[in-house]
């Protein structure tokens, strides 16, 4: 999990301004392009990552592969200027890199006795992982973006050493008895109430988690904090996450899938009302460390709970399609909509543009509220494991 995370949160925080950089200076299209690639990689995941590389590959040796190529596409990322060059670098790399998401957890899994217990504790690594590559990375790089190649670069070397790490992970064998249209019958699910309405959720869930990571920097710079703190105050909720990683068993154990999941939404709620109602900088400290506090009661929750009630011959499917909602759709709609949301809120007088935040940050606290309304009177997990 440290692995997995070091490698995507060296360079992730640092790409949006690398692309419209002196050195890139691509185009608005151009950087959508680049953009879209890890969302349109978590759709195509749930085909390959979740059907043919799970019943064909080991899963440790699939992540070895993997990790391999797509550190050798990182190379070609810090080498290349050109528009071309760097989409199918970027597009490799997303490709090769996405799936991995999914059969990490798959290995977690399959080596853990008690998920309930272990995988929040597990899953930390992760944690610590983006923490530490995003927070050095941004202090010494933030302030000159061509020197922000140099992070792809870090993430290949880290890359290489995950695929030989990976030859040592429990042994995970290919899962030869799942069914040759595994995603479909995954998809299937979505038929039973209660697996519709999480993943709904899922999507409107991490469609406004999505906003917040584009619109909280430069809502953060607009009450008065200087660009070098931008990232180490987002990353407060990264440090109180580590609470929710530690508790997550015993919350399940007391409260239930249900109210477990209505906790890490609720997060969102304060969240996003205090950007909205309260936009003063400790209350916007208060409002990341709560929301992150609450994070994996959510996130982490949602995946324990599908590798506890679905069949295992379509498991790693399941995982694939939830994935495709944390990754891919939510995001997507959130890009869709967040230019243009973010341009009917802003105004430009005598050459200053200034963003109406507060009427900005209702929208995702509207779609939060309806989000623990759907788990609260729509889902109904069954109580025995299916």
């Keep these: 999990m440290f692995f997995q995370y070091f490698i995507w949160g060296v360079w992730l925080p640092l790409l949006f301004g690398y692309l419209g950089s002196e050195g890139l200076n691509f185009s608005g299209t151009q950087q959508t392009l680049v953009l879209i690639s890890f969302p349109v990689s978590a759709l195509l995941s749930v085909f390959f990552g979740n059907q043919f590389a799970d019943r064909n590959f080991d899963a440790e040796k699939f992540l070895a592969a993997s990790h391999f190529l797509s550190g050798l596409a990182m190379v070609g990322l810090y080498c290349s200027t050109s528009f071309g060059a760097f989409l199918f670098f970027m597009w490799a790399h997303a490709i090769l890199f996405v799936p991995t998401l999914s059969v990490a957890n798959s290995v977690l899994f399959a080596a853990m006795r008690n998920p309930k217990l272990e995988y929040g504790r597990v899953r930390l690594g992760g ?27 870090i993430a290949a070397i880290a890359s290489l050493a995950f695929a030989a790490f990976s030859l040592t992970l429990p042994h995970t064998p290919a899962n030869r008895s799942a069914k040759a249209m595994a995603w479909w019958q995954a998809i299937r699910t979505l038929a039973l109430p209660f697996i519709f309405v999480l993943w709904i959720v899922t999507m409107l869930d991490s469609s406004i988690h999505d906003l917040y990571f584009l619109w909280a920097g430069s809502f953060i710079a607009s009450i008065g904090v200087d660009a070098k703190w931008i990232m180490p105050i987002m990353s407060i909720g990264q440090l109180a996450e580590i609470a929710s990683m530690f508790a997550i068993g015993a919350v399940l154990a007391k409260f239930g899938w249900k109210w477990t999941l209505i906790i890490g939404i609720s997060g969102q709620v304060v969240r996003f009302a205090i950007f909205a109602f309260f936009p003063q900088l400790p209350m916007v400290i208060l409002g990341i460390a709560f929301h992150g506090m609450f994070y994996a009661f959510y996130f982490a929750t949602v995946f324990i709970f599908v590798d506890e009630f679905l069949p295992k011959e379509i498991r790693a499917s399941a995982h694939g399609i939830f994935n495709f909602m944390l990754l891919g759709g939510g995001p997507i709609i959130s890009r869709l ?31 939060s509220i309806a989000a623990v309304l759907l788990l609260l009177f729509a889902f109904r997990p069954p109580v025995h494991n299916s």
């Design 337 to 367: 909509i967040a230019p243009y949301l973010f341009q009917q809120h802003s105004a430009t007088i005598a050459g200053v543009t200034t963003v109406d935040f507060s009427s900005l940050f209702i929208y995702p606290l509207i779609v």
């Design 127 to 153: 944690t610590f992982g983006w923490m530490s590559a995003s927070w050095p990375m941004f202090f010494l790089l933030s302030d000159d973006p061509m020197a922000v190649r140099n992070t792809f670069m």
